[in-house]
């Protein structure tokens, strides 16, 4: 009887989060695809078809948009390694007792809501905020000159709000390494740069690779940035999805929308993947 007990125990663990998932993800998944192949309208209803032209017609009209959402995914996820390194570094390998106090003001904004940390940012980007109106003061930017409604203003505000996303994992993976191994490095006469390089890099890559997978998804089908920060030539194709599903009512169209970026997303995810070799990543992860 213990045997069969300890037989089933996992599958019982795994039950819970298993049937959490196929309510509120399996379920909606398969009624959103069956959505985007049906015809109509919100008056007369809609009912399935097969029509799968909807995909094509939704990617030959948005197709500028899908390009831009992944374009500023990708910037902001470049920029978000490059800013996120050096914080999670220094927090793991200098912040000595006070660790959990510098992780807890690295998450102190996500206590106020993404919305208002949004519209906050655009307070201080507007050109009357205080980032730009004193330079404008003093002469030193022309009355021309605008951060507001520019791909610069969105990148920036995804940056700003995916930031704790991009350092935790990779102050994870920090953390694992064992000191030894870096004055083993030295010993051997390693520059810091070549310690880094050869040492403690490739180390931090499994917290690298989670990082871009919690940030690049999220950023690029991001609405809120675009839509406060932006203006109508920096559209990203969540702001289409929301409209078309909440202002246009036209279900069929955002559902395929959906499902293409949710594709090309995928994509880019496994090929990321391919290219970092994520075997290799997760044996470094392992030892």
């Given at each position: 009887?213990?045997?069969?007990?300890?037989?089933?125990?996992?599958?019982?663990?795994?039950?819970?989060?298993?049937?959490?998932?196929?309510?509120?993800?399996?379920?909606?998944m398969v009624a959103m695809l069956s959505l985007s192949l049906q015809e109509g309208?919100?008056?007369?209803?809609?009912?399935?078809?097969?029509?799968?032209?909807?995909?094509?017609?939704?990617?030959?009209?948005?197709?500028?948009?899908?390009?831009?959402?992944?374009?500023?995914?990708?910037?902001?996820?470049?920029?978000?390694?490059?800013?996120?390194?050096?914080?999670?570094?220094?927090?793991?390998?200098?912040?000595?007792?006070?660790?959990?106090?510098?992780?807890?003001?690295?998450?102190?904004?996500?206590?106020?809501?993404?919305?208002?940390?949004?519209?906050?940012?655009?307070?201080?980007?507007?050109?009357?905020?205080?980032?730009?109106?004193?330079?404008?003061?003093?002469?030193?930017?022309?009355?021309?000159?605008?951060?507001?409604?520019?791909?610069?203003?969105?990148?920036?505000?995804?940056?700003?709000?995916?930031?704790?996303?991009m350092v935790l994992p990779i102050y994870v993976a920090l953390e694992r390494i064992?000191?030894?191994?870096?004055?083993?490095?030295?010993?051997?006469?390693?520059?810091?740069?070549?310690?880094?390089?050869?040492?403690?890099?490739?180390?931090?890559?499994?917290?690298?690779?989670?990082?871009?997978?919690?940030?690049?998804?999220?950023?690029?089908?991001?609405?809120?940035?675009?839509?406060?920060?932006?203006?109508?030539?920096?559209?990203?194709?969540?702001?289409?999805?929301?409209?078309?599903?909440?202002?246009?009512?036209?279900?069929?169209?955002?559902?395929?929308?959906?499902?293409?970026?949710?594709?090309?997303?995928?994509?880019?995810?496994?090929?990321?993947?391919?290219?970092?070799?994520?075997?290799?990543?997760?044996?470094?992860?392992?030892?």
């Amino acid at each position: 009887m213990s045997r069969v007990k300890r037989q089933i125990a996992p599958y019982l663990l795994v039950l819970p989060g298993g049937i959490w998932l196929l309510i509120f993800f399996a379920v909606p998944m398969v009624a959103m695809l069956s959505l985007s192949l049906q015809e109509g309208d919100i008056v007369s209803g809609y009912r399935f078809t097969g029509h799968w032209q909807t995909y094509t017609e939704a990617i030959s009209a948005y197709q500028t948009q899908i390009y831009r959402s992944l374009i500023y995914g990708g910037i902001a996820t470049v920029a978000l390694i490059v800013l996120a390194f050096p914080v999670a570094y220094w927090i793991a390998f200098y912040g000595g007792r006070r660790k959990p106090t510098y992780l807890f003001l690295v998450l102190l904004p996500f206590f106020v809501s993404f919305v208002l940390r949004t519209i906050s940012w655009r307070q201080i980007l507007t050109d009357e905020g205080p980032l730009l109106h004193p330079l404008r003061e003093a002469g030193l930017i022309g009355q021309s000159f605008h951060i507001l409604g520019t791909p610069f203003a969105v990148i920036a505000g995804l940056v700003y709000n995916f930031l704790p996303f991009m350092v935790l994992p990779i102050y994870v993976a920090l953390e694992r390494i064992d000191p030894r191994v870096v004055e083993a490095a030295r010993d051997l006469y390693a520059n810091p740069a070549t310690t880094f390089r050869r040492v403690i890099f490739p180390l931090a890559l499994p917290g690298v690779f989670a990082g871009v997978l919690m940030t690049f998804v999220p950023a690029s089908s991001d609405f809120v940035n675009s839509e406060v920060l932006g203006s109508s030539e920096t559209t990203m194709i969540g702001q289409v999805i929301q409209a078309q599903f909440l202002d246009n009512s036209d279900y069929p169209t955002a559902s395929a929308l959906s499902f293409v970026l949710m594709f090309v997303l995928l994509i880019g995810v496994f090929t990321y993947a391919r290219i970092l070799g994520t075997e290799d990543v997760m044996k470094v992860a392992a030892r």
